[in-house]
Protein backbone atom coordinates (compact mmCIF):
# COMPACT_ATOMS: atom_id res chain seq x y z
CA UNK A 1 0.00 0.00 0.00
CA UNK A 2 1.14 3.36 -0.85
CA UNK A 3 1.54 6.01 2.06
CA UNK A 4 1.90 9.01 -0.68
CA UNK A 5 -1.64 7.87 -1.35
CA UNK A 6 -2.82 9.06 2.19
CA UNK A 7 -1.02 12.04 2.38
CA UNK A 8 2.74 10.89 3.52
CA UNK A 9 4.55 13.74 1.27
CA UNK A 10 7.87 15.43 2.22
CA UNK A 11 6.96 17.04 5.37
CA UNK A 12 6.37 13.46 6.85
CA UNK A 13 9.02 12.21 5.30
CA UNK A 14 11.48 14.58 6.63
CA UNK A 15 10.30 13.07 10.21
CA UNK A 16 10.83 9.63 9.81
CA UNK A 17 13.73 7.94 10.44
CA UNK A 18 15.25 5.29 8.34
CA UNK A 19 14.15 2.25 10.62
CA UNK A 20 11.07 4.32 11.27
CA UNK A 21 7.24 2.99 10.88
CA UNK A 22 5.06 5.59 9.86
CA UNK A 23 1.58 5.11 9.84
CA UNK A 24 -1.48 7.24 9.46
CA UNK A 25 -4.46 7.32 11.94
CA UNK A 26 -7.57 7.14 10.30
CA UNK A 27 -9.96 6.46 13.19
CA UNK A 28 -9.80 6.47 17.04
CA UNK A 29 -11.82 4.41 19.17
CA UNK A 30 -11.95 3.95 23.26
CA UNK A 31 -7.90 4.20 23.31
CA UNK A 32 -6.95 1.93 20.28
CA UNK A 33 -6.40 3.67 16.93
CA UNK A 34 -7.17 2.51 13.73
CA UNK A 35 -3.39 2.84 11.31
CA UNK A 36 -2.95 3.02 8.13
CA UNK A 37 0.94 1.07 7.29
CA UNK A 38 2.70 0.61 4.45
CA UNK A 39 1.66 -3.29 5.05
CA UNK A 40 -1.65 -2.56 5.30
CA UNK A 41 -4.54 -1.25 8.26
CA UNK A 42 -3.37 -2.18 11.08
CA UNK A 43 -4.67 -0.77 15.26
CA UNK A 44 -2.53 0.07 18.33
CA UNK A 45 -2.23 1.63 21.08
CA UNK A 46 -0.38 4.85 22.44
CA UNK A 47 2.88 4.91 24.76
CA UNK A 48 1.75 6.37 28.41
CA UNK A 49 4.19 8.93 27.48
CA UNK A 50 2.16 10.48 24.55
CA UNK A 51 -0.36 11.13 27.02
CA UNK A 52 1.84 13.03 29.63
CA UNK A 53 3.20 14.92 26.88
CA UNK A 54 0.14 16.38 25.85
CA UNK A 55 0.64 14.62 21.96
CA UNK A 56 -1.95 11.87 22.08
CA UNK A 57 -2.88 11.43 18.12
CA UNK A 58 -5.97 12.17 16.81
CA UNK A 59 -7.29 11.33 13.66
CA UNK A 60 -5.36 12.42 10.88
CA UNK A 61 -2.01 12.59 12.26
CA UNK A 62 1.06 10.70 11.14
CA UNK A 63 2.76 8.71 14.02
CA UNK A 64 5.64 6.11 13.81
CA UNK A 65 5.25 2.79 15.51
CA UNK A 66 7.59 0.73 18.01
CA UNK A 67 8.43 -2.08 15.50
CA UNK A 68 9.46 -4.11 18.95
CA UNK A 69 5.93 -3.55 20.39
CA UNK A 70 3.42 -2.40 18.28
CA UNK A 71 3.07 1.12 20.33
CA UNK A 72 2.84 4.04 18.96
CA UNK A 73 5.79 5.89 20.14
CA UNK A 74 5.72 9.38 18.53
CA UNK A 75 3.09 11.59 17.06
CA UNK A 76 5.13 13.78 14.10
CA UNK A 77 4.63 17.71 13.90
CA UNK A 78 1.42 18.60 12.08
CA UNK A 79 1.20 20.74 9.05
CA UNK A 80 -2.06 21.82 10.22
CA UNK A 81 -4.13 21.05 13.43
CA UNK A 82 -8.24 21.92 13.66
CA UNK A 83 -9.15 22.61 17.09
CA UNK A 84 -11.38 23.92 19.64
CA UNK A 85 -11.68 25.34 23.12
CA UNK A 86 -12.17 21.92 25.46
CA UNK A 87 -16.29 21.85 25.68
CA UNK A 88 -16.73 22.13 29.99
CA UNK A 89 -14.64 24.21 32.79
CA UNK A 90 -11.53 23.20 31.53
CA UNK A 91 -9.10 25.47 29.96
CA UNK A 92 -7.38 23.17 27.26
CA UNK A 93 -7.49 22.75 23.18
CA UNK A 94 -8.89 19.88 21.15
CA UNK A 95 -7.73 19.13 18.65
CA UNK A 96 -10.50 18.09 16.47
CA UNK A 97 -8.53 16.74 13.27
CA UNK A 98 -5.00 17.21 11.72
CA UNK A 99 -2.95 17.73 8.88
CA UNK A 100 -5.68 18.52 6.84
CA UNK A 101 -5.84 20.18 3.60
CA UNK A 102 -9.49 21.66 3.03
CA UNK A 103 -12.88 21.86 5.37
CA UNK A 104 -15.71 21.61 4.60
CA UNK A 105 -18.92 23.36 6.93
CA UNK A 106 -21.85 21.97 6.33
CA UNK A 107 -24.31 24.16 6.89
CA UNK A 108 -28.35 23.25 6.41
CA UNK A 109 -30.88 25.42 5.04
CA UNK A 110 -33.17 24.54 7.55
CA UNK A 111 -33.57 25.02 11.22
CA UNK A 112 -29.88 24.72 11.25
CA UNK A 113 -28.62 27.03 9.46
CA UNK A 114 -27.06 30.17 11.39
CA UNK A 115 -24.36 32.71 10.54
CA UNK A 116 -22.99 33.34 13.58
CA UNK A 117 -22.42 29.81 13.63
CA UNK A 118 -20.82 29.79 10.35
CA UNK A 119 -18.50 32.77 11.64
CA UNK A 120 -17.04 30.65 14.56
CA UNK A 121 -16.57 27.25 12.08
CA UNK A 122 -14.48 29.89 9.59
CA UNK A 123 -12.67 31.32 12.12
CA UNK A 124 -11.33 27.82 13.89
CA UNK A 125 -10.59 26.83 10.05
CA UNK A 126 -8.85 29.76 8.97
CA UNK A 127 -6.60 30.07 12.19
CA UNK A 128 -5.52 26.45 11.08
CA UNK A 129 -4.43 27.75 7.77
CA UNK A 130 -6.88 25.42 6.39
CA UNK A 131 -8.90 26.50 3.10
CA UNK A 132 -12.37 26.65 4.04
CA UNK A 133 -15.40 25.86 1.74
CA UNK A 134 -19.30 26.31 2.75
CA UNK A 135 -21.30 23.71 1.94
CA UNK A 136 -25.27 24.88 1.97
CA UNK A 137 -27.19 21.34 2.14
CA UNK A 138 -30.86 20.63 1.58
CA UNK A 139 -30.85 23.39 -1.11
CA UNK A 140 -34.62 21.95 -2.41
CA UNK A 141 -36.15 22.61 1.36
CA UNK A 142 -34.79 26.58 0.44
CA UNK A 143 -37.49 28.69 -0.99
CA UNK A 144 -35.21 31.42 -0.44
CA UNK A 145 -31.97 29.78 -1.84
CA UNK A 146 -30.46 33.53 -3.23
CA UNK A 147 -31.61 35.55 -0.42
CA UNK A 148 -29.45 32.53 1.92
CA UNK A 149 -26.62 32.36 -0.49
CA UNK A 150 -25.68 36.66 -0.26
CA UNK A 151 -26.40 36.29 3.39
CA UNK A 152 -23.58 33.58 3.42
CA UNK A 153 -21.04 35.43 1.06
CA UNK A 154 -21.40 38.43 3.33
CA UNK A 155 -19.39 36.63 5.89
CA UNK A 156 -17.57 34.10 4.35
CA UNK A 157 -15.10 36.33 2.91
CA UNK A 158 -13.23 34.84 0.04
CA UNK A 159 -14.54 30.95 0.83
CA UNK A 160 -16.19 29.66 -2.24
CA UNK A 161 -19.33 28.74 -1.40
CA UNK A 162 -21.41 25.63 -2.92
CA UNK A 163 -25.48 24.67 -2.33
CA UNK A 164 -26.37 20.94 -2.78
CA UNK A 165 -28.58 18.68 -2.01
CA UNK A 166 -26.76 15.07 -1.31
CA UNK A 167 -30.33 13.43 -1.35
CA UNK A 168 -31.24 13.84 -4.66
CA UNK A 169 -27.76 14.38 -6.24
CA UNK A 170 -28.13 18.87 -6.72
CA UNK A 171 -24.79 20.42 -7.09
CA UNK A 172 -22.46 17.29 -5.84
CA UNK A 173 -20.80 17.22 -9.47
CA UNK A 174 -19.59 20.83 -8.95
CA UNK A 175 -18.55 20.25 -5.19
CA UNK A 176 -16.21 17.28 -6.29
CA UNK A 177 -14.40 19.52 -8.32
CA UNK A 178 -12.79 20.67 -4.91
CA UNK A 179 -11.66 16.92 -4.30
CA UNK A 180 -7.90 16.74 -4.68
CA UNK A 181 -5.98 13.34 -4.82
CA UNK A 182 -3.82 12.75 -1.74
CA UNK A 183 -5.72 15.49 -0.01
CA UNK A 184 -7.50 15.47 3.03
CA UNK A 185 -10.66 17.10 3.87
CA UNK A 186 -12.07 17.28 7.26
CA UNK A 187 -16.54 17.52 7.17
CA UNK A 188 -17.38 19.75 10.01
CA UNK A 189 -20.94 21.18 11.11
CA UNK A 190 -23.95 20.46 13.04
CA UNK A 191 -25.51 17.02 13.53
CA UNK A 192 -28.28 16.71 10.96
CA UNK A 193 -26.67 18.96 8.26
CA UNK A 194 -26.29 15.84 5.91
CA UNK A 195 -22.32 15.10 6.46
CA UNK A 196 -22.71 11.57 6.46
CA UNK A 197 -25.05 11.65 3.57
CA UNK A 198 -22.62 13.96 1.72
CA UNK A 199 -20.53 11.20 2.15
CA UNK A 200 -22.21 8.26 0.84
CA UNK A 201 -22.77 10.28 -2.01
CA UNK A 202 -19.49 10.65 -2.93
CA UNK A 203 -18.66 7.58 -2.21
CA UNK A 204 -21.31 6.33 -4.48
CA UNK A 205 -22.68 3.79 -1.89
CA UNK A 206 -24.19 3.95 1.87
CA UNK A 207 -21.27 3.02 4.18
CA UNK A 208 -22.15 5.71 6.61
CA UNK A 209 -25.57 5.39 8.56
CA UNK A 210 -27.84 8.21 8.53
CA UNK A 211 -31.30 9.41 10.09
CA UNK A 212 -34.03 11.60 9.91
CA UNK A 213 -33.36 15.13 11.52
CA UNK A 214 -36.36 15.67 14.38
CA UNK A 215 -39.82 17.38 13.71
CA UNK A 216 -40.39 20.48 14.46
CA UNK A 217 -36.80 22.14 14.93
CA UNK A 218 -34.80 20.12 12.63
CA UNK A 219 -32.31 19.34 14.91
CA UNK A 220 -30.11 15.88 13.74
CA UNK A 221 -29.28 12.91 15.70
CA UNK A 222 -25.36 11.89 16.04
CA UNK A 223 -25.40 9.16 13.75
CA UNK A 224 -21.70 9.51 13.44
CA UNK A 225 -20.22 8.90 16.77
CA UNK A 226 -16.29 8.61 16.06
CA UNK A 227 -14.10 10.54 13.39
CA UNK A 228 -12.93 8.74 10.43
CA UNK A 229 -10.91 8.65 7.27
CA UNK A 230 -12.76 7.43 3.94
CA UNK A 231 -11.02 7.51 0.97
CA UNK A 232 -12.88 8.41 -1.93
CA UNK A 233 -13.28 6.98 -5.30
CA UNK A 234 -11.11 9.43 -6.74
CA UNK A 235 -8.03 9.43 -4.29
CA UNK A 236 -9.54 12.24 -2.02
CA UNK A 237 -9.12 11.66 1.67
CA UNK A 238 -12.56 12.47 3.53
CA UNK A 239 -13.34 12.90 7.32
CA UNK A 240 -16.41 12.80 8.52
CA UNK A 241 -16.96 13.72 12.40
CA UNK A 242 -19.48 13.60 14.42
CA UNK A 243 -21.44 17.40 14.56
CA UNK A 244 -20.11 19.80 17.42
CA UNK A 245 -22.66 21.14 19.60
CA UNK A 246 -20.34 23.91 20.76
CA UNK A 247 -17.89 25.99 18.45
CA UNK A 248 -15.75 27.50 20.92
CA UNK A 249 -12.56 29.16 20.25
CA UNK A 250 -9.06 28.18 21.34
CA UNK A 251 -6.93 30.55 22.56
CA UNK A 252 -4.57 29.93 20.32
CA UNK A 253 -6.91 31.32 17.25
CA UNK A 254 -4.82 34.02 15.29
CA UNK A 255 -6.98 34.73 12.31
CA UNK A 256 -10.28 36.73 13.21
CA UNK A 257 -12.03 35.80 10.58
CA UNK A 258 -13.46 39.01 9.70
CA UNK A 259 -11.60 40.62 6.95
CA UNK A 260 -14.51 42.92 6.29
CA UNK A 261 -14.30 45.00 9.40
CA UNK A 262 -10.52 44.78 8.89
CA UNK A 263 -10.92 46.44 5.17
CA UNK A 264 -13.40 49.20 6.97
CA UNK A 265 -11.63 50.09 9.72
CA UNK A 266 -9.51 52.25 8.06
CA UNK A 267 -12.24 54.59 6.92
CA UNK A 268 -13.15 55.40 10.19
CA UNK A 269 -12.82 59.03 11.99
CA UNK A 270 -11.20 58.16 14.74
CA UNK A 271 -7.78 56.39 14.74
CA UNK A 272 -8.15 54.10 17.75
CA UNK A 273 -11.51 53.43 17.38
CA UNK A 274 -13.63 50.60 19.17
CA UNK A 275 -16.27 50.28 16.68
CA UNK A 276 -19.02 50.66 19.65
CA UNK A 277 -20.12 54.10 19.97
CA UNK A 278 -17.80 56.46 18.31
CA UNK A 279 -19.66 58.83 15.90
CA UNK A 280 -18.14 58.61 12.24
CA UNK A 281 -17.59 54.88 12.79
CA UNK A 282 -17.05 54.01 9.05
CA UNK A 283 -17.55 49.71 10.39
CA UNK A 284 -20.94 50.84 12.18
CA UNK A 285 -22.20 52.45 9.33
CA UNK A 286 -21.38 49.29 7.19
CA UNK A 287 -21.42 45.89 8.77
CA UNK A 288 -24.60 44.13 10.15
CA UNK A 289 -24.89 44.83 13.73
CA UNK A 290 -25.31 41.25 14.28
CA UNK A 291 -21.80 40.57 12.49
CA UNK A 292 -20.37 43.67 14.70
CA UNK A 293 -21.49 42.37 17.74
CA UNK A 294 -19.79 38.88 17.13
CA UNK A 295 -16.76 40.12 16.24
CA UNK A 296 -16.55 42.08 19.47
CA UNK A 297 -18.43 38.57 21.45
CA UNK A 298 -15.21 36.72 19.94
CA UNK A 299 -12.72 39.17 21.26
CA UNK A 300 -14.19 39.25 24.62
CA UNK A 301 -14.39 35.02 24.91
CA UNK A 302 -10.77 34.85 23.99
CA UNK A 303 -9.84 37.51 26.45
CA UNK A 304 -11.38 35.73 28.74
CA UNK A 305 -10.42 32.64 28.03
CA UNK A 306 -7.00 34.15 28.01
CA UNK A 307 -7.04 35.61 31.85
CA UNK A 308 -8.14 32.25 32.81
CA UNK A 309 -5.02 30.53 31.99
CA UNK A 310 -3.19 33.34 33.55
CA UNK A 311 0.61 33.95 32.74
CA UNK A 312 2.46 33.97 29.44
CA UNK A 313 -0.95 32.86 27.75
CA UNK A 314 -2.65 35.99 28.81
CA UNK A 315 0.31 38.23 27.91
CA UNK A 316 0.27 36.56 24.39
CA UNK A 317 -3.59 36.85 23.69
CA UNK A 318 -3.18 40.52 24.95
CA UNK A 319 -0.44 40.91 22.08
CA UNK A 320 -2.32 39.34 19.59
CA UNK A 321 -5.48 41.27 20.48
CA UNK A 322 -3.41 44.59 20.20
CA UNK A 323 -2.12 43.46 17.13
CA UNK A 324 -5.06 42.94 15.66
CA UNK A 325 -6.57 46.21 16.72
CA UNK A 326 -3.48 48.53 15.75
CA UNK A 327 -4.27 46.46 12.19
CA UNK A 328 -7.87 47.87 12.64
CA UNK A 329 -6.39 51.59 12.92
CA UNK A 330 -4.09 51.37 10.55
CA UNK A 331 -4.67 54.03 7.63
CA UNK A 332 -4.01 53.15 4.07
CA UNK A 333 -0.93 55.99 3.85
CA UNK A 334 0.72 54.20 6.43
Given at each position: MSLQNWGFGPFFQAQTPPQGLPARVVAQERGRWRLITAEGERTAQARGLLYSAGVVPVVGDWVLLDPATGLIEQTLERR???????????????????NVDLAFVVM?????????????????????????VVVLSKI????????????????????????ISALH????DV??????????????????????????????????????????????????TSRSITMLPGGALLIDSPG???????????????GDIEALAADCRFGDCTHQREPGC?????????????????????????????????????????????ALRRRPWE
Open positions: TVLERAQPGTAVAAQAIAAALDGDYNLRRLERYLVLIRSAKVRPDRAPDLEVRLAECRAVAGDALIYGGLGLLAGELVTGETVALLGSSGVGKSTLLNALLGEERQKTAEVRAGDDRGKHTTLREVELWIGDESTGFAVREAVDPARLASFHKLGRELAHQAAKLGGHAAVEEKRKWKVIHK
